[in-house]
């Protein structure tokens, strides 16, 4: 009886025994294991690969154009990581026949990486997109820095027509009254939020004068294409609204006295 309980003790210290020797063993492993902490430079270095600081990029219609600010680069960057992330599309046109706008993106540590878009975005030879309208909506926010009175007075000189509308009347600016337009045209500054009454009014009133423009020759007679056209409407309280067919972004307010008050009758003064 006594030596069957000498054993029973022995097994227990036999327990006690294998258990110490496992926990030493687990923290052994556990001080042996190395834990990386990134220093705030190498994660600086990871950011700059990622972190685009400016877009070149020439369009087919609207010419050429620069981002360079910050809040516009950084949504343009959630739309290209949001593309990426779905994977390249499978069945795809030839890229010189999809893109009407191609590019490059400059990163913060001086890289470059070429891009072109179209009804997809091609990188590195890939392309990205399907039909839930990203696609669309990057190009949008890159267009965006051309649609201005300012663009839009650089593009005149070149423009294949521009044309005065005003009630009934219709008649093509000679290039003179285009000098004279973009003239006006570069001194328009967007309407705020401090503008609110001035909005309220565009809304209420009627244009006096349009001006249209096509930017290229078209294809077949009198057919101009949606992302060849720009629209301005004019109103009496100097306000002017101007629209690019070829996007979905509506209108865009300005105050423009100078373009109203000149070309609200069709003359330049």
């Known amino acids: ?29 556990a001080y042996h294991q190395v834990t990386v902490i990134e220093s705030r430079e190498e994660a600086e270095r990871r950011a700059d690969i990622s972190l685009p600081v400016r877009i070149e990029f020439q369009d087919a219609y609207l ?17 290209r990581q949001k593309l990426l992330r779905r994977g ?9 026949d999809d893109s009407r706008m191609t590019g490059r993106i400059v990163y913060l540590n001086g890289k470059t990486q070429e891009f072109a878009l179209g ?3 091609w990188l590195a030879g890939a392309a990205y997109g399907d039909e839930n309208g990203d696609v669309q909506n990057l190009q949008r926010v890159i267009l965006a ?12 000189p070149d423009a294949a027509e521009v044309r005065w509308l005003s009630g009934g009347e219709s008649r093509v600016l000679t ?18 939020e401090s503008d609110v009454h ?8 009627t244009p006096s004068a349009h001006i249209r423009i096509h ?10 294409l949606p992302d060849d056209v720009l629209n301005l409407d004019l109103y009496e309280n100097g306000c002017l609204a101007l629209q690019y067919l070829g996007n979905t972004s509506g209108r865009s307010l300005w105050t423009a006295a100078d373009v109203c008050r000149q070309w609200s009758g069709g003359e330049s003064s």
């Open 175 to 192: 290039a003179g009254e285009r000098r004279h337009l973009a003239t006006a045209l570069q001194e328009a500054r967007p309407l705020g």
């Open 1 to 29: 009886m006594k030596r069957k309980w000498i054993w029973r003790v022995l097994f227990l210290y036999a327990l006690l025994l294998l258990g110490c020797v496992a926990m030493i063993f687990w923290n052994a492993r």
């Open 145 to 156: 820095g051309l649609i201005t009175p300012q663009h839009l007075a650089e593009l005149l």
């Open 198 to 205: 001035l909005q309220l009014e565009v809304r209420q009133m």
């Open 88 to 96: 390249a599309a499978r069945t795809l046109p030839a890229v010189q």
């Open 63 to 79: 010419g050429q154009g620069v981002i360079d600010q910050e809040e516009r680069l950084q949504r343009i960057d959630e739309l």
């Open 119 to 121: 009804s997809h975005l």
């Open 215 to 224: 930017l290229h020759e078209p294809e077949q007679p009198s057919v101009h």
